[in-house]
């Protein structure tokens, strides 16, 4: 996973959090050799945070116009924190030691590593079109990249007379033989690999 900064703080940091979030943050990234040139500069960044503390222990009182004016230092604070986010992300290159020095914390991944895929729960034969010729549908996998299908007599399940490997879940077997009882499976290809084969199906061809 690329490092990227996490800016989720700036909204959910009490007043007092964020003072001190920004401070650390600052102080991290001064002098730091991965930041030599800080955007917005940190000496904008130092003075909108001392602004913004300044305001909330005039506004700690009560008062409309203290907390609006509060509110506005708070939100022209956070303004340069976003830029500075996406300074660090460019700086960073991905790398979450160089990231995590700069102060900002990283975000968390949310994906869920997808693991061997289940083999379809159902596969349905009908009677193709033609003599001597099978449909087979399988239920649908979410993930798969391509269904594999094998096709064995049902007298003899070890000898696999057809394979197919398809993007639908999908296939038609032609050129068999009537009146012999074929059985069909089907497996899939992830992103971890083939699944296990799905539980096999027979049909007699006619």
Known sequence: MIAKPSISFLNEDSDPKLVFDTSNITTQMKDNLSYPTPAPPLADVL??????STAMSDAANGGTVLTKIKDQKRALLVGLLRQLAIYVQLKCDGDAAKLLSSGFPMQKSSRTPVGILQPPNEITLTQGARTGSLNAV?????????????????????????????????????????????????????????????????????
């Open 47 to 52: 003075a909108a945070n001392v602004a913004f």
């Open 138 to 206: 399988a239920s649908l996998v979410s993930g798969a990249a391509n269904y594999n299908w094998r096709l064995t007599l049902a007298s003899d399940p070890e000898t696999v007379v057809q394979t197919d490997q398809t993007t639908a879940a999908r296939t038609v077997f032609e050129n068999l033989t009537p009146g012999f009882i074929y059985r069909v499976e089907c497996n899939v290809l992830g992103s971890a690999g083939l699944s296990d084969w799905s539980n096999a199906v027979n049909l007699m061809v006619v």
